[in-house]
């Protein structure tokens, strides 16, 4: 069977969406069914606090199947087409809710960033609840796994900046990715400093989605 997987990492930036990009892209290398990848990268500036979102897209086939070399060339999604949106803040996943459907699954992480609009009174930031309602009324979708991901890191981790990764490996609990545990684990040792501790958090992250998946749908 041939068909398209499309997923959305979306954060601001310094927050390490581009990176489980660069992750996920080396570990499908290691994935014989995943035949052809292709991916995009718009982003703010990380200083700045601008939005990041990063586009991820497999092609997957079986073995035996034979690939019409154009079958997918777009590197962006067009509305309703994600698998899965791993959110680093909440906000910005509702800001790119047009692409997903009843079926996308959510892997959010909690933990706010008010843009500078909310922080000078001139826009309220809206509460955890209302993002997931109205993220919920935008897809039709009821699958949803809401950690607080940054506060695990600070927790388990002593540094905000796993939360990336905890993160990841929530999402790879939901099942959802056509990726091997096993082949992130890999790809983490062979492409990220500090592999031990990135690979620590990714458990962390996975050990804990574990738990919430089975509550959650």
């Known amino acids: 069977m041939i068909r398209i997987w499309s997923a959305m990492i979306v954060g601001i930036g310094g927050q390490g969406a581009i990176t489980l990009k660069r992750i996920l892209e080396y570990a499908a290398l290691n994935e014989p069914n995943i035949r052809k990848m292709i991916g995009a990268e718009k982003h703010g500036l990380a200083q700045r606090e601008g939005s990041v979102d990063v586009y991820v897209r497999f092609l997957l086939a079986d073995k035996e199947d034979v690939v019409p070399e154009y079958y997918m060339t777009s590197p962006t999604v067009g509305t309703g087409e994600l698998d899965l949106v791993i959110g680093l803040e909440p906000l910005e996943v509702l800001r790119n809710a047009k692409f997903t459907n009843k079926d996308t699954v959510f892997v959010i992480n909690s933990h706010s960033v008010p843009p500078p609009v909310s922080i000078a009174g001139i826009h309220e930031y809206p509460t955890l609840e209302q993002i997931k309602e109205a993220l919920k009324d935008i897809s039709s979708s009821s699958k ?73 749908w």
């Open 144 to 216: 949803f796994l809401i950690l607080n991901g940054t506060e695990l890191a600070m927790n388990e981790m002593k540094d905000a900046i796993y939360t990336n990764n905890i993160m990841l490996g929530a999402a790879i609990a939901t099942g959802t990715l056509p990726i091997k545990k096993e082949n992130i684990e890999k790809t983490i040792t062979e492409q990220l400093k500090d592999s031990e501790n990135n690979i620590k958090a990714l458990n962390i992250g996975f050990e804990y989605g574990t738990k919430l998946f089975t509550n959650y």
